[in-house]
């Protein structure tokens, strides 16, 4: 059974950091691309950054600059450092992404449990 676990959330003081990681774990055969979303309370589930597997990234405007994705391939984790943390960030971060189980030959499409960041003003 395959697994994403997010961790790395908390409170943080605007201008603040943190560091969000998620892991992969369970009988996975590949790991495509690698995501993670947000969303506040109240308002759709947006998208934040992606990282392929060759480890091409893309950012919402709103991420652009402060927040950089990462990955690494080998420990099946994908990471989103954030600073210059503003309230509006404020939002439970979930990991998703698209990944090849030991039981397919298709990719599917996985999300994480979510973890809570809330930037004080």
């Known amino acids: 059974q395959v697994q994403l676990v997010e961790s790395g959330g908390g409170l943080v003081q605007a201008g603040g950091s943190l560091r969000l990681s998620c892991v992969a774990s369970?009988?996975?055969?590949?790991?495509?691309?690698m995501r993670w979303y947000r969303q506040a309370p109240g308002k759709q589930r947006e998208l934040v950054a992606t990282i392929t597997r060759s480890g091409t990234t893309n950012y919402s405007d709103s991420a652009k600059g402060r927040f950089t994705i990462s990955r690494d391939n080998a420990k099946n984790t994908v990471t989103l450092q954030m600073n210059s943390l503003k309230p509006e960030d404020t939002a439970v971060y979930y990991c998703?992404?698209?990944?090849?189980?030991?039981?397919?030959?298709?990719?599917?499409?996985?999300w994480g449990q979510g973890t809570q960041v809330t930037v004080s003003s």
């Open positions: 369970g009988s996975i055969l590949s790991i495509n691309t």
């Open positions: 998703n992404a698209d990944l090849v189980p030991t039981t397919s030959v298709y990719a599917h499409n996985y």
